[in-house]
């Protein structure tokens, strides 16, 4: 069965419910859980598989949805902290939040472009490196590179990273 017929299959059998709802079924006002069974294809016995799918009746355009990045963003440790006591996912969402995108060709390389400068910065092993490129506006002779240790505090290391070169 493809994976459109299971979701069509789930689709279908949620709008059927929705007009026989017995008065048994306990009803919350923005979300309803369905459950299937539906055969595992793959199986070696016939055993079934349940498939639990999320209905929404909010829609995520109205912003009332966190989503995982907000989540992370709430969990960041205070910014006095030193860098290493943050998790990758914090710090992923806290280089985002400064306006840093991810390399798409390598994921511990960050790159940011601001009016006056763009840079580059790697999260390695043992320390931050962040290098101020050249090749951006502004007028500097070389690539221009500063290391931070992950034992500086979040403030620390985002002060002198958005100072620029």
Known sequence: ???????????????????????ATPKLPCFSLLHKSLPFPHSVSHSRRKILTFVSSK??????????????????????KPLYSHSLPCIEAWLRSLGFYQSSEDRAVWLIEKPDWHAQLSLDVTDLYIRYLKSGPGNLERDVERRFSYALSREDIENAILGGP
């Open 59 to 80: 829609s995520s355009e109205a912003g009332e949805v966190p989503t995982a990045e907000d989540e992370w963003l709430n969990r960041l440790p205070d910014k006095n």
């Open 1 to 23: 069965m493809s994976a459109f017929s299971v979701s069509n299959l789930i689709i279908t059998d949620f709008l059927s419910s929705i007009t026989q709802a017995s008065a």
